[in-house]
């Protein structure tokens, strides 16, 4: 019985990755938010589900898509908002470096 257990495999032959995409969106569904693992009526985590389903794909940042959320992405919005972010990182790193360029230590500025 063990035996059977452990090589047990529900995707297809020699294709362990076969459900990888799953395993992992079942893993950030279990460490985002735990207290679904608890829910036994199903009704409530039907409905629960629905609520974490919004979240995730309009709240939630993604990223294998660039730090955006699924619902920007699919909307088009995703390249403006990757966009803008870089654009800002970069004025920062220069506001920051003038900023230390003026203000060394041990100056008398």
Known sequence: MALMAIAQHHGRPGTPTDQAHIESFYSHLKADWPHL???????????????????????????GIGYVTPDDEHHGRGPAIRRARSAGLKRARQERTQHNRKHRPGSSR
């Open 37 to 63: 693992t608890q829910i036994r009526d199903p009704a409530v985590l039907d409905a629960e589900l629905a609520r974490v389903r919004i979240e995730h794909n309009t709240v939630r940042l993604h990223a």
